[in-house]
């Protein structure tokens, strides 16, 4: 670790990557219909943050209504969204209906629990406006001076 650098937790290693990747995902039963009660809630927690860990993520929030949950996962670039949701959704479907079924079977019919779609964001990290600029900043090799950028603001630098 280099002295230069403030030890931050929110940071992860891995051999040849240094990372902090989070992604706010949204899920909703089929039919948008509305099985969860508090305890199915907190069941619902348990099952993905369970699947989180076999994936090497990080289930860092967990919330939901009536209707749709809200997650917010720390996970490592080895780490596919795409893969990670469908086990989210197929295992605390499978449980959820094993360990509920009399309350599952009330809102939801057949062998779906949750919608096929899902909503998922990157988030954390510096606002894209910050980044661009940075990058768009940088001193290329063989470029006499930096290009003109335009801030945020809308006033002119060099």
């Known amino acids: 670790m280099s002295p230069r650098w403030e030890p931050n937790p929110h940071i992860r290693r891995g051999r040849s990557v240094v990372y902090t990747l989070h992604a706010h995902l ?5 039919y948008r219909r509305g099985p969860f ?4 809630l907190r069941r ?27 997650l917010l996962v720390h996970y490592p670039p080895k780490v596919a969204i ?18 509920f079924p009399g309350h599952i079977r009330k809102y939801l019919w057949g062998e779906h629990f949750w919608s096929p779609s899902y ?10 406006a910050v980044i661009k600029e940075y990058i768009d900043n940088q001193k290329r090799p063989g470029r006499g001076q930096q290009r003109k950028t335009v801030h945020p603001r809308g ?3 060099r």
């Not at 795409?82 to 360990?99: F, Y």
């Not at 909503?119 to 894209?128: D, E, N």
């Open 26 to 30: 949204v899920f909703t039963p089929k």
């Open 37 to 40: 009660t508090d305890e199915i």
């Open 82 to 99: 795409s893969r990670l949701v469908g086990s989210l959704k197929g295992v605390s479907a499978r449980r959820l209906r094993q360990e």
């Open 44 to 70: 619902c927690e348990e099952v993905m943050r369970d699947v989180c860990t076999d994936f090497g993520a990080e289930l860092r929030e967990f919330n939901g209504e009536r209707d749709h949950v809200h």
């Open 155 to 157: 006033s002119e630098q």
């Open 119 to 128: 909503f998922a964001a990157s988030s954390g990290g510096a606002p894209l």
